[in-house]
């Protein structure tokens, strides 16, 4: 019997909303979520800045910020947290259900440090936010680098 292989499609975006809406019972836990992965983002950074401390550049004061803009109906959460590279974005914010945080976690475990408290392990909090949203922006650049996506 010759074995044949299978491409499965999916319609992104109702996927999006499937998942969303079966693992979150409240829209606002989109918010929880957003905070958690900023939280994570800034937990990673200390980390990292204890061996490369250039990478606070001078700012080791570790902040989650929330604007609320009722004209334009948006709410936005920033970070000065470790941020993302372009591999970062498209290898675990683009991939649902991969998390930069377990990676992370995993690759500290690996190389035998302790491991760190982080929160997101599980790579679907930030899709949370199209509980709430039709469309979401990131505007993100990695601790260290030079581009911002």
């Known amino acids: ?15 999006l909303d499937i998942v ?17 992965n900023a939280s994570d ?23 989650i910020t929330l604007a609320i803009d009722k004209k334009a109906k948006t709410l936005t959460v920033s970070d000065n947290g470790i941020g993302m590279d372009h591999d970062d974005l498209t290898g675990a914010l ?7 945080t377990q990676a992370f976690v995993d690759r500290l475990d690996g190389a035998g440090e302790d ?16 509980i709430v949203a039709k469309k ?8 260290g680098g030079k581009d911002a996506w």
């Open 41 to 63: 983002a800034c937990d990673r950074l200390r980390y990292e800045a204890l061996t490369e401390p250039k990478l606070t550049e001078g700012d080791a004061d570790f902040r």
């Open 1 to 15: 019997m010759a074995v044949e292989k299978f491409t499965f499609q999916a319609e992104v975006s109702k996927l």
């Open 94 to 100: 683009g991939t649902i259900a991969r998390s930069g």
């Open 136 to 143: 979401v922006e990131v505007l993100t650049r990695k601790a």
């Open 20 to 36: 969303a809406h079966s693992l979150y019972s409240h829209k606002e836990i989109f918010l929880r979520e957003l905070i958690s």
């Open 115 to 130: 491991k760190l408290a982080m929160i997101g392990q599980f790579g679907v909090g930030f899709y949370s936010s199209f």
